[in-house]
């Protein structure tokens, strides 16, 4: 007993001491920070792999020193995903390693011509790749050329590029940050369309490959936020821009503050109302046998920038902000809506409004949905915007001044 007994015990040290089966040394990996994925003019797929420089990044393990790049591109072409990842290898002295990767680009051309589930199909099932990679597509480029572009304050281009969404979104609007994860969502959802944020090369681009781009003051070259693309049945069909794009992304719900510029009397742009919160529901309602959208809109936000002489501390002047701001919403958001019934793909979901609520209706009408039905559909848009504070200062000082003179 007393020998068996010693047999299972040295057993056990010898599974908990035997270390990890598939351990990896850091020197050995090659860490890829972004994809993009192109076509070529024979139909098959090009992929770009942008991996992390360990020598040309400050702080890694080779040095503090800046030797060179801190990211180094190559490329592979294929049939799908996986030939990619397995024919990159050949031109990788390192095993290619996916969980860092927070960025996946789609070249224009590709997301045109065919259908971009397949892609995400290949990506979703790898065991390695984090779900949570953001995606944006190249507006009128390639993801290649996207991927090639050095930035200066971001040494990773990749992190360039997630960060901008993330800020551009918090402060303007008219874009957001999207996941794979949830571009899938939008692809498998009953009634739905999906939209992803843009991105552009401003300048030269190849100027922008180059080291001397990033230590300039001005940069010859730079990556940009650029509104948001549009797609049906999994392929992309237009690009919204500025207000379009704003009113689409308040629709989803995904607006987190912004700026709306109130016209006073017979001044333009007086009045600058800044948003700080916002919440949006879509609900489904039946009227006569048809299917209604109903929208609620509330904004919260400050009075940041006024030109004219008008007393904000009067409950009237106020309230009339108030209204002129929701008038400017409303005519936002019905503009948005009207652009995108005019393309007959249902980016915002109502369809899917009209399943959860009417699922037997929607029965009747999702096999000609986006053609026939969601064009012509009736939508009303309520808004309650309210203003919390007036700034540091409650009223304009040109109010002073005008009594001054008086």
């Known amino acids: 007993m007393k020998t068996r007994g010693m047999i299972c015990l040295y057993l056990v040290i010898y599974v908990l001491l035997s270390g990890c089966w598939n351990q990896r ?14 076509i070529n003019e024979n139909g098959l797929y090009v992929g770009t792999f942008q991996i992390v420089n360990p020598t040309g990044v400050p702080g890694t393990l080779q040095g503090g020193a800046t030797k060179g790049s801190s ?15 397995r024919r990159v290898s050949n031109k990788v002295s390192r095993v290619i390693f996916y969980s860092h990767a ?3 680009v789609i070249g224009e051309k590709l997301a045109r ?8 199909e290949a990506l979703d099932r790898d065991i390695e790749f984090r779900k949570t990679s953001k995606v944006v597509i190249a507006h009128r480029s390639t993801a290649a050329e ?4 050095t930035t200066p304050l971001d040494k990773v281009p990749a992190n360039k590029l997630t960060k901008t969404l993330e800020f551009s979104g918090e402060n303007w609007g008219d874009t957001f940050s999207l996941n794979v994860q949830e571009l899938i969502e939008s692809l498998t959802t009953e009634g739905k369309e999906p939209v992803i944020p843009g991105f552009k090369i401003t300048g030269n681009i190849e100027a922008g490959k180059k080291d001397e781009n990033i230590q300039m003051i001005d940069p010859d070259t730079v990556l940009k936020a650029v509104g948001v693309a549009v797609f049906k049945g999994g392929r992309l069909v237009s690009w919204q821009y500025d ?3 704003r009113g689409l992304v308040w629709i989803l719900d995904k607006i987190k503050q912004t700026n709306i510029s109130v016209d006073w009397e017979n001044e333009k742009n007086a009045i600058a109302y800044q948003l700080l919160r ?13 299917p209604v959208i109903s929208i609620k809109i509330s904004a919260q936000g400050d009075v940041g920038e006024v030109t004219v002489p008008i007393n904000i501390k009067d409950l009237h002047v106020r309230t009339e902000i108030e209204n002129k701001v929701e008038k400017d919403i409303k005519n936002l958001i019905q503009h948005s809506i009207k652009r995108i019934q005019s393309e007959q793909t249902d980016v915002f979901g109502f369809g899917e409004k009209i399943y959860r609520s009417y699922p037997k209706k929607w029965k009747k009408l999702e096999h000609d949905w986006n053609d026939k039905h969601f064009p012509t559909l009736k939508v009303n848009v309520k808004v309650d915007a309210s203003i919390i504070r007036s700034g540091l200062r409650n009223n304009p000082f040109i109010l002073q001044m005008k009594s001054n003179e008086e």
């Open 25 to 38: 040394e850091l020197t050995d990996m090659a860490i890829v920070s972004a994809i993009g994925i192109d």
């Open 71 to 85: 990211v180094v591109t190559y490329t592979a072409t294929g049939k799908n995903m996986v030939e990619l990842s």
């Open 102 to 104: 927070n960025l996946v």
């Open 113 to 120: 011509e065919k259908d971009i589930s397949n892609i995400l």
């Open 146 to 149: 996207l991927l090639k572009v």
């Open 243 to 245: 207000q379009e794009a």
């Open 278 to 290: 916002a919440n949006t529901k879509v609900n489904a309602e039946m009227e006569n046998g048809k």
